[in-house]
């Protein structure tokens, strides 16, 4: 009897991850550091937006994802965030968190080292 309820709990999971990776919009989203920018491409079929927090304050802050003109990518596209030095310190690294428009929960983190 037990067996049964764990391969039911196993059967809802895998239908919720299968819900939360957007049917058609499996694609991805990508980041890389190119020159002084952070360069992030939608290869997916859906508008994304985006948020970029230096890796260490993203413990201490609280922050929700929202999207407006100037974080959201349009499908193939990419968006260019120039940075200067000093911008992600202390760490160093830049994590970049993306959602799909009008689902407001995230997808996908993204680690990025700075130099």
């Not at 929700?64 to 349009?74: H, K, S, Y």
Request: hydrophobic share 40%.
């Amino acid at each position: 009897m037990r067996y049964r309820y764990l391969f039911a709990l196993a059967a809802c999971i895998c239908m919720v991850s299968g819900i939360s990776t957007g049917g058609s919009n499996q694609a991805t989203v990508t980041a890389e550091v190119f020159s002084s920018a952070i360069i992030i491409t939608n290869q997916t079929t859906a508008t994304i937006c985006y948020a970029v927090h230096e890796s260490s304050a993203l413990a201490r802050i609280e922050w929700g994802p929202v999207c407006t003109d100037g974080n959201r990518i349009l499908p193939t596209r990419s968006a260019r965030l120039p940075f200067s030095p000093g911008t992600y310190a202390p760490s160093g690294e830049a994590v970049v968190s993306w959602w799909y428009q009008n689902r407001e929960v995230v997808e996908g983190h993204i680690r990025l080292k700075i130099i």
